[in-house]
């Protein structure tokens, strides 16, 4: 394969071009198999369903099918350069960051900070259906939680 032979070429480690083989190739036999779920459950399924054999609704998909593959094909590939811009761009921010760390103008956080929304809905019902004390006690429970949680 020559995109496989110019990473061995350039000198990329054999481990990470392996690497990227096995997560592409797994990637798209993920894609393969959940369209032919789709193109069953949309196109073929209904279509027998109506009284249609295998061949007559596979024939019965000429009109639209070249076109519906093409499009697919062009919005995979769009989808896979928006992918590639996210993450080349976290890349290029991790080397500014890493040069601005080696330079002493920034520090990086080993831990960033985060936050958490909690949905309480219903809280105020258990305090008029049990009391202030069971809430109380569901409110030390999720402090627990949060605790365990946040830690991590």
């Known amino acids: 394969m020559p995109f496989l032979e110019l990473q061995l070429s350039l000198g990329f480690r054999p481990q990470a071009v392996e690497r990227l083989l096995r997560v592409t190739g797994d990637n798209l036999r993920r894609i393969a198999l959940q369209e032919a779920d789709w193109w069953y459950g949309e196109v ?10 295998m061949s007559d609704a596979a024939n019965s998909t000429e009109p639209f099918n070249e076109e519906l593959t093409a499009r697919a094909e062009k919005a995979l590939l769009a989808t896979w350069h928006a992918n590639q ?3 080349w761009t976290n890349n290029i921010i ?5 040069t601005l760390v080696q330079a002493g103008l ?31 006690d569901m409110a030390g429970q999720l402090s627990r939680l949060v605790q365990r949680t946040s830690v991590r």
């Not at 073929?44 to 054999?53: C, E, I, L, N, T």
């Not at 991790?94 to 890493?98: I, L, R, T």
């Open 44 to 53: 073929m399924g209904p279509r027998m369903a109506q009284g249609m054999s």
């Open 85 to 87: 811009s996210y993450a």
């Open 94 to 98: 991790s080397g500014f960051e890493q």
């Open 106 to 136: 920034y520090t990086k956080l080993e831990r960033p900070p985060a936050m958490c929304f909690l949905d309480i809905t219903g809280y105020t019902r258990l305090t008029q259906e049990r009391g202030d004390a069971a809430a109380a």
